[in-house]
């Protein structure tokens, strides 16, 4: 039987400040209130999980917790899109559990994979896992 050493323990190093912190107020955030798995191209945790995409997408969004959701916008990995892909650009259907004002957005995972969701104030309301990048299709995918 290997008994376990302190020094074997991997440790991570936080600040532990306090609950009333002000300047973590605006850090991003995540909702799953208007997660959808049923729409043709979107995923569910299980098959994310099967695919080793999950535990990927959460240390992705660990690291995204920690700093206010408008500094991270770079257009390359996260990405606020003008509106909703139009019909020639996605496979996926407008939802109609989702406000028509939402702001759309994409979190860049592995690969293909991405988090589709829309973003009000701090917080990324996750929508649809895709892990095959068919929200908003790219030039190769379109042949445009």
């Known amino acids: 039987m290997s008994k376990f050493k302190p020094s074997d323990r991997h440790s991570l190093q936080f600040d532990r400040g306090s609950v009333s912190d002000t300047d973590k107020i ?29 535990s990927k997408a ?19 990995k996260f990405t606020v899109y003008p509106s909703f892909p139009p019909p020639a650009k996605t496979r996926f259907t407008y939802p109609k559990h989702i406000p028509e004002d939402a702001e759309w957005a994409r979190i860049h995972i592995n690969g293909p994979a991405v988090l589709i969701g ?11 896992l895709d892990k095959t990048h ?11």
Not at 28 to 52: E, H, N, R, V
Not at 58 to 76: F, N, S, V
């Open 118 to 128: 829309h973003i009000v104030g701090d917080t990324f309301y996750l929508v649809f």
């Open 58 to 76: 959460l240390e992705t969004l660990q690291g995204y917790c920690k700093r206010p959701l408008r500094q991270q916008i770079d257009g390359d």
């Open 134 to 144: 068919k929200f908003w299709l790219t030039k190769r995918a379109t042949g445009k």
């Open 26 to 54: 605006g850090n991003f955030k995540i909702s799953l209130a208007y997660f959808d798995s049923l729409p043709m191209y979107a995923s569910g945790f299980k098959d994310w999980q099967k695919a080793g995409l999950l």
